[in-house]
Nanobody, 123 residues
Framework: VQLVESGGGLVQTGGSLRLSCAAS????????MGWFRQAPGKDTEFVAA????????DYADSVKGRFTISRDNAKNTVYLQMSSLKPEDTAIYRC?????????????????WGQGTQVTVSS
């Protein structure tokens, strides 16, 4: 499974971005997907996850109400819509594929990872 993220960039505080993660292979529709981020000098942090059907969604408390995760199984793609962005959201965002149906908030629960896309929020 290969994962390729896109959609990152530089945005001002309060702005929005939509990240996309395209997956290869034919098992996407049976997998859970997650988004994680890592800021400079910090550990990898869970952001959001979604189960195989688009339900079973979970968010980190820090992004609840501002970020929305969704998936399109016909396109093998998972999205992260980010709104009301803050400087503390600045990080490299990576999507992850879990060989199982249900979402997980733990990085070790995922089997494949994308390279990441940089999100920078200016104050």
């Amino acid at each position: 499974v290969q994962l390729v993220e896109s959609g990152g960039g530089l945005v001002q505080t309060g702005g929005s971005l939509r990240l996309s993660c395209a997956a290869s292979g034919d098992t996407f529709r049976r997998s859970a997907m997650g988004w994680f981020r890592q800021a400079p000098g910090k550990d990898t942090e869970f952001v959001a996850a979604v189960g195989w059907s688009g339900g079973d969604i979970d968010y980190a408390d820090s992004v609840k109400g501002r970020f929305t995760i969704s998936r399109d199984n016909a396109k093998n793609t998972v999205y992260l819509q980010m709104s009301s962005l803050k400087p503390e959201d600045t990080a490299i965002y990576r999507c992850a594929y879990r060989d199982g149906s249900y979402a997980s908030t733990l990085a070790r629960g995922y089997d494949y990872w994308g390279q990441g896309t940089q999100v920078t929020v200016s104050s």
